[in-house]
């Protein structure tokens, strides 16, 4: 069991930068992987990003490639999402997921176990 919780969500004009973190609680943090997802009012939640166990493999969707960045700290059990160059269609509550097989980065959010409580994203243009 894994408890994690979201923060580093707020408003912020396009063009510009958030960092958001997922501290998770547990011993078994660095054996998971981990994925950031996100979603609209109405819509599915959809993959932003996602990172392995160990850091080596990192996946994000097409739409934030080369703008966001998924990483991780094992030692303060915490992964984070640099977001750059924002865009008003960013505007989402971010979640945070953890996945026991820690591997791979499944981009389906049915492949995560565990979630966080989400924080808010809005950008105005």
């Known amino acids: 069991q894994v408890q994690l919780v979201e923060s580093g969500g707020g408003l912020v004009q396009a063009g510009g930068s958030l960092r958001l973190s997922c501290a998770a609680s547990g011993r078994t943090f660095s054996s998971y992987a981990m994925g950031w997802f996100r979603q609209t009012p109405g819509k599915e939640r959809e993959f932003v990003a996602a990172?392995?166990?160990?850091?080596?493999?990192?996946s994000y969707a097409d739409s934030v490639k080369g703008r966001f960045t998924i990483s991780r700290d094992n030692a303060k059990n915490t992964v984070y999402l640099q977001m750059n160059s924002l865009k008003s269609e960013d505007t989402a509550v971010y979640y945070c997921a953890a996945r026991p097989s820690g591997g791979a980065t499944p981009t389906l959010p049915g492949s995560y176990d565990y979630w966080g409580q989400g924080t808010q994203v809005t950008v105005s243009s």
């Open positions: 990172i392995t166990r160990t850091g080596g493999t990192r």
